[in-house]
């Protein structure tokens, strides 16, 4: 049936309704395109015809080559400009000294998302899409974002939050614990949409959710201060002079570098260890990000070559055996003896 033929016959309404339904562009986006390449150039008229002749028909939904066609250009052309119109809003805020780290990265942000929602709309109205006709699938794409797409939407208003209360922004060092176990700390390099980028000493790099960064607690570094001590347990002898080993411990912290002379190292008396007694240094730096192990390790080895050079030396384990007087003891002594004897006798 054409539309001559629904014009002069005079058919039921019912019939008439159904033909109307067939007839009714799915995209009227694509046919205003298909009208004004034809009106402007007859070969290309004919080739958009031909695109649009080849279609496949799924009740009352038409769908032709020359649908895709279109669809995929405006894709294309959506997202490259919402890409590059992104990049650009990222560079002119970088230029503006007024914003701070924090500031800079919530500006992108949001800039970026009110981009790439303008994007979306002008797409859907260049295509001609009526959105009246998405209302049969409205409530199960609120179900699927409601259960498929809750954390992704969770961590973007975390980040958001993040940024906004500068609570965690990217230099900070912040201390985790990986799933091992095992505690570390790192320096924020990145904040995305939906992780944290934490990068460690070893170069190893943590993808931390947004929203575990919220919940859980975080040991941040370099909130309000850089200034972070380190401290270095040391054990001396019983016999040594303690005035002196302190002495040497400040000497020992002072000569690192990295070491803060506000506030100075001091040396705390921890306890009366087994072994000696043991002390603790306490030491200042302000680039926890460059590592606390390499500071420590200064230290002790400073102190090292400082006690061999004062003839104090670094207590090793001792232990007291008590000895039962039993049968197998008095044979094993006795073959000692034995042995002793018979040693000299040669």
């Given at each position: 049936m054409n539309i001559a033929a629904v014009a002069t016959a005079t058919p039921s309404p019912t019939a008439t309704a159904t033909a109307v339904v067939i007839r009714q562009p799915q995209m009227s986006g694509a046919d205003g395109i298909k009208d004004a390449v034809a009106s402007r150039s007859d070969t290309f008229g004919d080739v958009v015809n031909t695109?649009?002749?080849?279609?496949?028909?799924?009740?009352?939904?038409?769908?032709?080559?020359?649908?895709?066609?279109?669809?995929?250009?405006?894709?294309?052309?959506?997202?490259?400009?919402?890409?590059?119109?992104?990049?650009?809003?990222?560079?002119?805020l970088a230029r503006a000294t007024g914003l701070d780290v924090t500031q800079r990265l919530l500006t992108e942000k949001m800039a970026s998302l009110f981009?790439?929602?303008?994007?979306?709309?002008?797409?859907?109205?260049?295509?001609?899409?009526?959105?009246?006709?998405?209302?049969?699938?409205?409530?199960a794409f609120g179900l699927a974002i409601g259960f498929g797409l809750q954390k992704t939407f969770g961590n973007l208003i975390a980040g958001i939050i993040l940024l906004m209360d500068k609570s965690i922004k990217p230099g900070d060092v912040i201390a985790i614990t990986d799933q091992g176990g095992q505690y570390t700390f790192g320096q924020i390099r990145r904040i995305g949409i939906r992780a944290v980028s934490l990068t460690?000493?070893?170069?190893?790099?943590?993808?931390?959710?947004?929203?575990?960064?919220?919940?859980?607690?975080?040991?941040?570094?370099?909130?309000?201060?850089?200034?972070?001590?380190?401290?270095?347990?040391?054990?001396?002898?019983?016999?040594?002079?303690?005035?002196?080993?302190?002495?040497?411990?400040?000497e020992s912290a002072r000569s690192v570098p990295r070491v803060l002379v506000a506030p100075p190292p001091t040396v705390w008396l921890d306890s009366f260890a087994e072994n000696g007694i043991a002390f603790v240094i306490h030491c200042w730096i302000t680039d926890p990000e460059e590592g606390i192990g390499n500071v420590r390790s200064d230290v002790l080895k400073t102190l090292w070559r400082l006690m061999r050079a004062n003839g104090i030396k670094v207590p090793f384990p001792q232990r007291d055996l008590n000895l039962r007087d039993t049968e197998a003891m008095r044979d094993l002594i006795e073959a000692i003896r034995g042995r002793q004897g018979s040693d000299e006798a040669d």
């Amino acid at each position: 049936m054409n539309i001559a033929a629904v014009a002069t016959a005079t058919p039921s309404p019912t019939a008439t309704a159904t033909a109307v339904v067939i007839r009714q562009p799915q995209m009227s986006g694509a046919d205003g395109i298909k009208d004004a390449v034809a009106s402007r150039s007859d070969t290309f008229g004919d080739v958009v015809n031909t695109l649009d002749k080849l279609a496949l028909q799924v009740g009352a939904t038409r769908f032709s080559i020359w649908d895709f066609v279109v669809v995929v250009s405006v894709l294309a052309l959506v997202i490259t400009v919402a890409w590059g119109a992104s990049r650009l809003s990222s560079r002119i805020l970088a230029r503006a000294t007024g914003l701070d780290v924090t500031q800079r990265l919530l500006t992108e942000k949001m800039a970026s998302l009110f981009i790439w929602a303008i994007a979306i709309l002008v797409g859907i109205d260049v295509l001609g899409i009526d959105l009246t006709a998405l209302t049969v699938f409205s409530g199960a794409f609120g179900l699927a974002i409601g259960f498929g797409l809750q954390k992704t939407f969770g961590n973007l208003i975390a980040g958001i939050i993040l940024l906004m209360d500068k609570s965690i922004k990217p230099g900070d060092v912040i201390a985790i614990t990986d799933q091992g176990g095992q505690y570390t700390f790192g320096q924020i390099r990145r904040i995305g949409i939906r992780a944290v980028s934490l990068t460690t000493r070893d170069q190893k790099e943590y993808l931390i959710p947004n929203e575990n960064l919220m919940i859980n607690q975080v040991e941040n570094w370099s909130y309000s201060s850089r200034n972070v001590r380190i401290q270095v347990p040391v054990v001396i002898p019983y016999a040594c002079d303690i005035e002196q080993a302190e002495e040497l411990m400040l000497e020992s912290a002072r000569s690192v570098p990295r070491v803060l002379v506000a506030p100075p190292p001091t040396v705390w008396l921890d306890s009366f260890a087994e072994n000696g007694i043991a002390f603790v240094i306490h030491c200042w730096i302000t680039d926890p990000e460059e590592g606390i192990g390499n500071v420590r390790s200064d230290v002790l080895k400073t102190l090292w070559r400082l006690m061999r050079a004062n003839g104090i030396k670094v207590p090793f384990p001792q232990r007291d055996l008590n000895l039962r007087d039993t049968e197998a003891m008095r044979d094993l002594i006795e073959a000692i003896r034995g042995r002793q004897g018979s040693d000299e006798a040669d």
